[in-house]
C-alpha cells in the first residue's frame, strides 16, 4: 500500500476543515453575490450545505472512504439551500460515485471522482451558465487530472487543483458580464475554491492556521469596474429566543429604544410612537429584555417564543390542524403579515424562510411528510428554492407537484387558483397558467454599490426588481422606487395592484404610496401587511 | 299533454315561462313586513334597488303548500299529468311544500315532484328541456326519466365578490372554505350534491369572467346554456357575446337572477349554467 493513501476518515477531515474555512468566508461571499440573484446569501447557503453533509459523515464510523463520501453525498442533499448548496450537493453525489467501492484512495482516484462530480453537477442544472461555480469545478477538475500525470499524491493532486481553482475564479468576470458589470467574482466559485483550499490545508497538516486567518476573495484576472466599499450581508438566522411585545408609556424615545436593544439580539424591529412601541427581537436572553422594557413603562401582549421548539410546534400544530385532503399544499414563505394572510385563504402548510432564509430540501421534505394528503403541491416562492423543492420529488413516496412560484404574489395567486373538483394534474396546470398572469415587483435597499442593469446603484438606495429578474428602478425614497417601478411594469393595465408591506414600514406609509398609486395609475389598490424582513414592499400587477 | 312546474328559483323569465307553458310558482321576499311574491309583485331591479337602500335585511321564504295546491288545482283542469321540479331541497324547503301541496289535491291527477337537487340557471335549463319534452308530446315516464338522466349532466359556476350574503342566509356549504380571506377575491363556486360547493378563486372580477368562459368551452358537446347576472347587464352581454361562437344563440338563456335567489347571492354574482350532451 502507498504510504499517501487516504481513508474515509481522511476524506471527512479535509471537508471538516474546508468547511470550516468556507464559514469564515461566508459573509464576504455574501457581500459579492450578484448571480443569478443579487440576494447576498450565497456563502451562507454554502456553509449550511456543508454542515448537514458533514453532520451526517460525523454519524459514519466506517472508514471506507466509499461510505463515507456517501453520508457526505446524503446530508448534502437533504440540507442544499439555494442554487449554491443544490449544485455543491451534485458535487458531492458524482465524487460518492466516482469513489463507490473504495475503501481508500490516492490523488488519481480523487482525480477521477473530481471529473465524475464536475459532469455530474453539469448535468443536474437546466441551463448551465459560465463564469459560475460550474467553471471554477470544471477547471479545478481539469487541473488535477493533468497533475496526476506528474505526481499522483493527493496532496500534489489537490494543490494544483485549488491553484487551478482560483485562477478559474479570477476569470469569471470575463465569462459573465452581470459580474463584471457589477465589479465582482463569482460568489459561488469563489465558496467552492474556499471549501477545496481549506481540504488541502487539512492535508498539509496546516489546518491550525485557519483559527488565525481568513480567506481572501480573488481578484479578478481583467480589468473592472469599480466597487464601492462592500458590507458584509446580515444573517438572518434565526436563534434563540422570538420576543414580542407592547410598550406603553410617556415620551418613549424610539432610536434610545432601538439603539440600546440593538446591543442584547437579533432581528430588531421597533415601531409605534411616544407612547406605544412594539418591539420584535430574537435573543438569547429575553428576560434582561423584557427587564430592560419594563424600566421603560407597562408591556402588554408579550410572546415568547423558542425558535427551535416553534418550528417544530409549527408543522405538528397544522398537521392537527388538518383533516386528510385530496390534495394538500405546502409553501414557503416569510413574515408574520403573509403567514396570517395564507392561512387566512385557506388550508396550507407554511415553511418559514424566504430570501437569504431558504430553507433546507429536508425542512421542505418534512412539511411534505406531515402534510394531510398523498398528493402535494409544493410552492417554493421563490428562485432559489425551487431546486430544492424539485429535489423533494425523488425523497418521499408522495405524489408532489412543483408549481415553480418565484416570488409570494405568484405564490398567493397559485394558491387561489387551486381548484377543488381538479386532480392534481390539472391543479398545477391551472396553478401554473395562473402565476403566470401575475407580475410582482420587489423593493429593498442594496447592500452595497453596484451597476446593475445599466444602472449606478449607491449602498444604501432602494432598487426595485420585476419578477426577481430585472433592476427597473432605483431611488432614495422606497414610495418613490415602488411608483417608478410601477410605472414601468404597466400599472396603468393591472386589474388590481396587491401592496405587501414589510415589517420595517409603516402601515400609514404603505396607504399613502397607495393613494398615490390609485391617483397616478387610476388602478384598484389593496394594502396588505407582510410583515417581511428583507424586502420593504412587494407589489403585485394582476 | 304533461304540464310543466316550477319554482321561482330557476329564474326562468315570465315571457319565456309563457313561450314554453311553464307555470312557475314563486317563492317571497320579506323587506320588514313587507312581503312580496318573487319576480311577481318585485323584480330583479327594484329587489337590488331596495336592497342598497333599505335598512332592514331581505330575508326570503318558501312557496306554501297552499300555492302549489292552488296551482295543481288549476292545471287539472286542463291535464292529467303534471311534473313539478323544484329547487334543491337544501337550499329550500320548496320541495317538501311540493310535495305537501300534491297530497292534499283529489287524486284523478297524476303529479310527480322532482328535486333538481340545483337552482337558479341549472334549474332553469332542466325546466325547459322538461317544458320541451312536454310539448313535443312526450309521456310523464319519459319525461320524468330523461330529466332524471340530465341532473347530473347539468353544471353551474358562479362568481362573487363577496360570500356574505351567501354567508348570512346560511346557503354557504363547503364553500365556508372560502371565508375570512384577509385578499379580496373573486370566488367561484358551484352546486355539488344539491349544495354550494367552492370552486375557484382569483384576484379580480375579469379573471373570474374569463373562468365563467373557459368552463363552457371546456366541453366538448353542449345543449343549452343559461347566463346570468344579477347587477350588471353590460358583463351579461359581453358573456353572451364571448360564448356566441361556442353555443348559437338560439339554445343560450339570458336571464337575470330572481330577488329570492340575490337575498342570498347579493348583487354583482354572474353565472353560467351548461347541460352538456349526453
Redesign the interface.
Known amino acids: 500500500m502507498k504510504a499517501d493513501l487516504a481513508d474515509g476518515q481522511t476524506l471527512k477531515e479535509m471537508f471538516a476543515s474546508g468547511t470550516a474555512w468556507l464559514e469564515k468566508s461566508a459573509p464576504d461571499i455574501n457581500a459579492i453575490n450578484v448571480f443569478p440573484v443579487p440576494d447576498g446569501d450565497t456563502g451562507t447557503n454554502m456553509v449550511l450545505t456543508m454542515q448537514f453533509a458533514l453532520e451526517e459523515a460525523k454519524l459514519n464510523s466506517d472508514d471506507h472512504v466509499s461510505s463515507v463520501a456517501k453520508s457526505l453525498a446524503h446530508g448534502a442533499l437533504m440540507g442544499a439551500r439555494g442554487n449554491s448548496g443544490v449544485i455543491l450537493s451534485q458535487f458531492f453525489r458524482g465524487l460518492a460515485k466516482g469513489l463507490e467501492g473504495k475503501t481508500h484512495f490516492d490523488g488519481g482516484d480523487f482525480a477521477r471522482a473530481l471529473a465524475g462530480a464536475s459532469q455530474t453537477a453539469y448535468k443536474g442544472i437546466v441551463n448551465p451558465v459560465e463564469g459560475t461555480i460550474l467553471t471554477v469545478l470544471k477547471d479545478a477538475s481539469k487541473a488535477a487530472q493533468e497533475a496526476v500525470k506528474n505526481d499522483d499524491t493527493l496532496v500534489s493532486v489537490l494543490e494544483d487543483a485549488v491553484k487551478s481553482a482560483r485562477d478559474s475564479v479570477a476569470r469569471t468576470p470575463s465569462l459573465l458580464p452581470v459580474l463584471k458589470e457589477a465589479g465582482v467574482v463569482d460568489a459561488g466559485g469563489q465558496g467552492l475554491y474556499v471549501l477545496l483550499d481549506g481540504a488541502l490545508q487539512f492535508l498539509k497538516g496546516e489546518s491550525h492556521k485557519i483559527q488565525y486567518r481568513r480567506p481572501r476573495l480573488v481578484v479578478a484576472e481583467a480589468e473592472l469596474v469599480p466597487r464601492a466599499a462592500q458590507r458584509p450581508a446580515q444573517l438572518e438566522m434565526p436563534h434563540g429566543y422570538c420576543t414580542n411585545f407592547v410598550l406603553e408609556g410617556k415620551n418613549l424615545n424610539l432610536s434610545k429604544i432601538e439603539k440600546d436593544l440593538k446591543k442584547k439580539g437579533q432581528s430588531l424591529i421597533v415601531t409605534g410612537d411616544d407612547t406605544l412601541v412594539r418591539v420584535h427581537i430574537h435573543s438569547f436572553e429575553p428576560g434582561e429584555i423584557l427587564g430592560y422594557a419594563t424600566r421603560l413603562g407597562k408591556l402588554h401582549e408579550i410572546t415568547i417564543n423558542n425558535m427551535d421548539d416553534q418550528y417544530a410546534e409549527f408543522i405538528k400544530m397544522q398537521r392537527e390542524r388538518m383533516p386528510q385532503v385530496d390534495i394538500a399544499m405546502v409553501t414557503v414563505a416569510t413574515g408574520d403579515g403573509f403567514f396570517e394572510l395564507l392561512n387566512s385563504l385557506g388550508n396550507i402548510i407554511i415553511v418559514p424562510g424566504g430570501q437569504t432564509m431558504n430553507p433546507s430540501v429536508r425542512e421542505l421534505l418534512q412539511a411534505v411528510e406531515s402534510a394531510p394528503s398523498d398528493n402535494i403541491i409544493l410552492l417554493p416562492n421563490n428562485k432559489n428554492i425551487v431546486s430544492a423543492a424539485s429535489q423533494v420529488q425523488s425523497l418521499t413516496s408522495k405524489k408532489v407537484k412543483v408549481v415553480p412560484t418565484r416570488n409570494i404574489p405568484q405564490g398567493i395567486a397559485a394558491f387561489l387558483a387551486f381548484g377543488y373538483d381538479l386532480n392534481l394534474e390539472k391543479n398545477a396546470q391551472a396553478m401554473e397558467k395562473a402565476i403566470n398572469k401575475v407580475r410582482a415587483i420587489e423593493v429593498t435597499r442594496a447592500v452595497r454599490g453596484t451597476r446593475l442593469g445599466g444602472l449606478e446603484i449607491r449602498k444604501g438606495q432602494f432598487i426595485a426588481m420585476l419578477n426577481d429578474e430585472d433592476l427597473i428602478a432605483r431611488a432614495d425614497k422606497a414610495g418613490d422606487v415602488v411608483l417608478e417601478a410601477l410605472g414601468k411594469a404597466g400599472a396603468e393595465k393591472a386589474g388590481i395592484v396587491t401592496v405587501y408591506y414589510g415589517a420595517e414600514i409603516k402601515g400609514a406609509e404603505a396607504q399613502e404610496i397607495a393613494q398615490e398609486i390609485r391617483d397616478r395609475y387610476h388602478t384598484e389598490v389593496e394594502v396588505i401587511y407582510g410583515g417581511q424582513p428583507h424586502y420593504n414592499y412587494i407589489v403585485s400587477l394582476e | 299533454m304533461v304540464k310543466v312546474v316550477t319554482d321561482s328559483c330557476s329564474d326562468i323569465t315570465p315571457q319565456l315561462a309563457q313561450e314554453l307553458g311553464i307555470t312557475v310558482v314563486p317563492l317571497y321576499v320579506q323587506f320588514g313586513n313587507e312581503t312580496y311574491r318573487d319576480n311577481v309583485d318585485l323584480s330583479t331591479e327594484e329587489f337590488y334597488h331596495k336592497l342598497g337602500t333599505s335598512k332592514i335585511q331581505p330575508a326570503t321564504s318558501t312557496a306554501t303548500p297552499a300555492d302549489f295546491a292552488k296551482v295543481f288545482t288549476e292545471l287539472m283542469e286542463e291535464t292529467k299529468e303534471i311534473l313539478t321540479i323544484t329547487v334543491s331541497e337544501k337550499f329550500s324547503a320548496t320541495y317538501a311544500a311540493a310535495l305537501q301541496g300534491k297530497a292534499v289535491v283529489k287524486k284523478d291527477c297524476r303529479i310527480e315532484v322532482i328535486d333538481s337537487k340545483l337552482g337558479a340557471g341549472a334549474q332553469m335549463l332542466l325546466v325547459i328541456l322538461a317544458a320541451q319534452m312536454a310539448r313535443a308530446g312526450a309521456s310523464l315516464d319519459h319525461i320524468i326519466d330523461l330529466v332524471k338522466r340530465a341532473i347530473p349532466r347539468i353544471h353551474i359556476r358562479m362568481t362573487f365578490d363577496t360570500l356574505e350574503y351567501l354567508r348570512r342566509g346560511g346557503r354557504i356549504g363547503k364553500a365556508q372554505?372560502?371565508l375570512?380571506?384577509?385578499?379580496?377575491?373573486n370566488h367561484v363556486l358551484?352546486i355539488?350534491d344539491g349544495a354550494a360547493?367552492?370552486?375557484?378563486?382569483?384576484?379580480?372580477?375579469?379573471?373570474g369572467m374569463d373562468f365563467l368562459v373557459n368552463f363552457v368551452k371546456g366541453f366538448s358537446q353542449i345543449e343549452t346554456v343559461a347566463i346570468e347576472d344579477a347587477t350588471t347587464p353590460d358583463d351579461l352581454q359581453s358573456l353572451a357575446e364571448r360564448l356566441k361562437d361556442v353555443v348559437p344563440p338560439e339554445r343560450t338563456y339570458l336571464s337575470k337572477v330572481s330577488p329570492v335567489v340575490g337575498t342570498h347571492v347579493g348583487p354583482h354574482v354572474l353565472a353560467v349554467a351548461v347541460l352538456e350532451a349526453e
Open positions: 372554505a372560502f375570512g380571506g384577509l385578499l379580496k377575491v358551484g355539488k360547493f367552492p370552486i375557484a378563486r382569483s384576484r379580480n372580477r375579469a379573471q
